[in-house]
């Protein structure tokens, strides 16, 4: 199983993104993904996350209203868009990929199988 983040990189605050999620190896409609963050010095934290189904999704409040998470079964790809960008963005970010996620573990990092290596997204004010 592989998942290959990308899209990270330097954006001024304000801007936005497309962080995609490329996955290999796996049933992709069968699996849950989720993003998570990490900042220098800080601990991994949930960012937004989309049940196998679609049918469900969740995201941090601190993204709530910003970030988009979406996902493309036929590519087993899923993208996070991420407007409005705050230096407090600033952080690598990871994919993430789970079989047997129920939905009350969607923000627990602990519940997903599989990781992708991160792709940096760091935010100038």
Known sequence: ????????GLVQAGDSLRLSCAASGLTFRSVTVGWFRQAPGKEREFVAAIFRGGSSIAYADSVKGRFAIS???????????????????????YCAAGRSIILSSLRRNQAYDYWGQGTLVTVSS
């Open 1 to 8: 199983v592989q998942l290959q983040a990308s899209g990270g």
């Open 71 to 93: 996902r493309d079964n036929a590519k087993s790809t899923v993208y996070l868009q991420m407007d409005s960008l705050k230096p407090e963005d600033t952080a690598v970010y």
